[in-house]
């Protein structure tokens, strides 16, 4: 039975905001949990039993599906199980918060909207428990050694997964399917508080997932030989735990917003009524905003998760930056270049829904080169596979004038100016429906311009003095200094806006009217942001070469070798091409809810 109190909107919005608080209290109380029950048993263990070593594992060891490789198999299962998993634990994040809003501002169609995107996300998880339950049984059934020492080393935090796995299942379909039932007055509040409870549920199991991934890449509370020392809560905090649950959680929700964004130019492609159409495109931009949002802090939390990686192991840091994989970062600037200019293209696009926005589009061709300039040198390598002849035809291994182009220091500009165009983009567009009224306004506009200008100035500087002029130490310090001045700009453009919007004149917005060839951008969106996570996922795997458990478990199997980068380009395609048909499947069922069928007309009796 429900019990419940009206809450005023400043402290539900603090409530809200303590999802992630929550999620990771939570953890640490289940992991506190886990740790005591552990360290209880062996105290009550007799004194004789020893602990177990990582085993040697040997051909034995490994079992194999036919002639299909296993590593091929698990590879894809877990590809999509990951895909499916980062997409329904992304979507009850932003849903809840635009419900919120729409208990918050009175306005019906955003707990619409809230509504739809989880009757999207309900498809995707019944079959991301498919394929996860496929994993499991495909992990140990093919890698049952490997499977048994982690059983070994994680312990009753398997079981606490489990319990959460369940717990999450029941709260999501209480929420989904209690929308209606709660949906006014202070009943509200209880399906918000459900939805609160569904956040903090999914991002605790997305920290443990985590902590099994960054064990088998960093080990903490094992031995050089890979027995257990430490409890539960020492193997889960390695030094990449935090790293990359920041990159995963922040990844997740722009990749949630990338899909549901699809799904909405999808529709708006099949509107029938100009109602129709606006009311996606009004969805399609929703999610573009989402998308857009949480990308432009994910590189930095990248940068976090690679430096981190280097501090822990400067032989695996080589490895991802410098050695076989190098190249495949060309292949990530190419992906990511292609997510920034799809979506400043649709924010162009949207810009001609609203009357306001021709005071601004003068600014957009700036902005254009701006993206492309830095798009070309951030897709320059640093060296190139040549012949003998090619070599001294070029006079070197660098092109005089390229090679400047194709290190760090000139891709650290081109990336965070890259950020700080799209951010501009998002920044015009939110003005163009706006007029603003505020005494200070042409203070503002200038105190805005001016932060522009100097952040601009400082990024290239540091990138061209202290990248060009000084030692290597000098070099990665001052990267630090210019994330910290795109930070700036996107911090100072959401603080002075929001000031300044108080009080605004709202200008007519025509949904509906962006083009056909703007929604196709919102298509470009998911398709480059599932090909990026694969590719990333093959890196962060790759980097620990011939190891299951990076120094302590080593592959022994047939496929103990990182694969090339042609082997890995077509595995990661097959994945991405899978995916993308599950999410066409998962669109169509979603349709079929608003599908009905006419009525037989009856004959007249004779």
Same mark, same amino acid.
């Given at each position: 039975m429900f019990t419940y109190i009206k809450l005023r909107s400043p402290l539900m919005s603090v409530f809200l905001l303590l999802v992630v608080f929550s999620s990771l209290t939570l953890t640490t109380e289940l992991a506190w949990s886990a740790d005591t029950i552990i360290e209880t048993a062996e105290q009550a263990a007799d004194a004789t039993i020893e602990k177990k070593a990582a085993p040697r594992m040997g051909p034995s060891d490994y079992r194999q599906i036919g002639s299909v490789s296993s590593r091929a198999f698990v590879w894809v299962v877990a590809q999509l199980h990951l895909f499916l998993a980062a997409f329904v634990l992304a979507v009850p994040l932003f849903v809840t918060v635009i419900e919120w809003i729409g208990v918050k501002t009175g306005d019906q169609r955003y707990d619409d909207m809230a509504h739809e995107f989880m009757k999207v996300s309900m498809t995707a998880y019944s079959l991301t428990a498919l394929f996860g339950g496929t994993l499991a049984f495909s992990l140990f059934l093919l890698y049952p050694t490997f499977m048994a020492?982690?059983?070994?080393?994680?312990?009753?935090?398997?079981? @606490?997964?489990?319990? !959460?796995? $369940?717990?999450?299942?029941?709260?999501?379909?209480?929420?989904?399917?209690?929308?209606?039932?709660?949906?006014?007055?202070?009943?509200?509040?209880?399906?918000?508080?459900?939805?609160?409870?569904?956040?903090? @549920?999914?991002?605790? !199991?997305? $920290?443990?997932?985590?902590?099994w991934a960054t064990f088998m890449m960093a080990p903490s509370g094992v031995d050089e030989a890979g027995v257990v020392t430490g409890g539960i809560w020492d193997i889960m905090r390695g030094p990449l735990w935090n790293p990359l649950n920041l990159h995963r959680f922040v990844a997740n929700i722009a990749f949630g917003g990338a899909v549901v964004g699809a799904y909405a130019g999808y529709k708006m492609l099949s509107a029938r009524t100009m109602a129709q159409r606006a009311h996606y495109d009004w969805m399609g931009y929703t999610s573009n905003f989402i998308a857009v949002l949480a990308f432009l802090p994910l590189p930095f939390a990248g940068y976090w998760l690679m430096a981190e990686i280097y501090a822990y192991s400067q032989q695996m840091g080589i490895t991802a930056m410098g050695g076989i994989l190098a190249w495949l970062f060309i292949v990530q600037a190419v992906l990511i270049g292609t997510i920034l200019l799809a979506a400043n293209y649709y924010l162009w696009n949207g810009m001609s829904r609203c009357e306001g926005s021709k005071r601004y589009t003068w600014l957009i061709k700036y902005i254009a080169v701006t993206l492309v300039g830095s798009f070309l040198i951030w897709v320059t390598p640093h060296t190139l596979i040549l012949s003998a002849k090619e070599i001294a035809d070029l006079g070197g291994s660098h092109h005089p004038l390229l090679g400047p182009f194709g290190i760090m220091p000139a891709k650290n500009i081109a990336v965070n100016l890259m950020l700080i165009g799209t951010f501009l983009s998002f920044q015009l567009y939110r003005r163009s429906d706006k007029e603003i009224t505020v005494a200070w306004a042409g203070f503002g506009n200038a105190l805005m311009a001016a932060i522009y200008l100097v952040a601009i100035a400082n990024v290239i500087f540091l990138g061209v003095y202290y990248g060009y002029y000084t030692n290597t130490v000098y070099k990665v310090g001052s990267s630090v200094a210019q994330v910290m001045s795109t930070l700036i700009v996107i911090i100072a453009g959401v603080t002075i806006d929001t000031m300044m919007f108080k009080g605004a004149k709202n200008l007519p917005v025509t949904w509906g009217k962006i083009s056909n060839r703007g929604v196709y951008a919102l298509f470009a969106l998911p398709i480059a942001f599932t090909w990026l996570m694969a590719l990333m996922g093959y890196v962060r795997s790759s980097v620990r070469t011939h190891w299951h458990v990076y120094t302590v478990i080593k592959d022994n199997s047939t496929d103990n070798f990182i694969p090339n980068i042609g082997y890995a380009a077509n595995m990661m395609t097959v994945a991405t091409v899978a995916f993308l048909i599950l999410i066409l499947f998962i669109f169509w069922v979603a349709s079929l809810s608003e599908t009905r069928q006419a009525v037989p007309v009856q004959k007249s009796e004779q």
């Open positions: 020492y982690m059983m070994e080393v994680f312990g009753n935090q398997v079981m @606490v997964y489990a319990l !959460l796995f $369940f717990l999450e299942s029941g709260v999501l379909y209480i929420y989904y399917y209690s929308w209606y039932a709660l949906r006014y007055g202070n009943k509200k509040y209880v399906h918000l508080s459900l939805g609160v409870l569904l956040n903090g @549920v999914g991002t605790t !199991l997305l $920290f443990v997932a985590n902590a």
